[in-house]
T-cell receptor
């Protein structure tokens, strides 16, 4: 089954404790992206990747890092999480261009 | 900025028709998507428009007017399961095709 898998689905943690949210897709998609979704603001792009070893900042990259060492994986790293990073996070992938993005089921992060 | 505007909330009756509007700035426009998102779930793709006119897909249709910076999603024969948020997302050309999402329209369908 074609899917984008994120882990964990839920996480409650404390300020400053490094965490990684994993994202994996099995569709051989070149394009992958991370979004955060906050009430009233819609989905905002954090980082995206056009292909292996090619990543770039989206609209809200501060406090986040990503890597794309393999085509299927695109982890999101919070080196020193802060409460303003409490949000619902979605990973997405597509073949690029004008093709629709496929979204993972989301990761709800709470930073205390 | 590249603002995408859509109503925050709408209500409708089961079996009725509802139209959800989306407006955007026309500069750099390169395509428009509609996604459906049920509460607590991932967005799922509904439709894509890049040329003017109506695209029909079963009970759902999407319309685009590029000159007016306007799109709408039309949902016919509403069902209770259509209660969800509907996200308008516009692709803007640049170094790469950047996708900007509106805040979403929360639709409540009542019996």
């Amino acid at each position: 089954e074609a899917q984008v898998t994120q882990n964990p689905r839920y996480l409650i943690t404390v300020t400053g404790k490094k965490l990684t949210v994993t994202c994996s897709q099995n569709m051989n998609h070149e394009y992958m992206s991370w979004y955060r979704q906050d009430p009233g603001l819609g989905l905002r792009q954090i980082y995206y990747s056009m292909n292996v070893e090619v990543t770039d900042k989206g609209d809200v990259p501060e406090g986040y890092k990503v890597s794309r060492k393999e085509k299927r994986n695109f982890p999101l790293i919070l080196e020193s999480p802060s409460p303003n990073q409490t949000s619902l996070y979605f990973c997405a992938s597509s073949t690029g261009g004008h093709q629709p993005q496929h979204f993972g089921d989301g990761t709800r992060l709470s930073i205390l | 900025g590249q603002n995408i505007d859509q109503p925050t909330e709408m209500t409708a009756t089961e079996g009725a028709i509802v139209q959800i509007n989306c407006t955007y700035q026309t500069s750099g426009f390169n395509g428009l998507f509609w996604y459906q998102q049920h509460a607590g779930e991932a967005p799922t793709f509904l439709s894509y428009n890049v040329l003017d006119g109506l695209e029909e897909k079963g009970r759902f249709s999407s319309f685009l007017s590029r000159s007016k910076g306007y799109s709408y999603l039309l949902l016919k024969e509403l069902q209770m399961k259509d209660s969800a948020s509907y996200l308008c997302a516009v692709m803007f050309s640049g170094g790469y095709n950047k996708l900007i999402f509106g805040a979403g329209t929360r639709l409540a369908v009542h019996p």
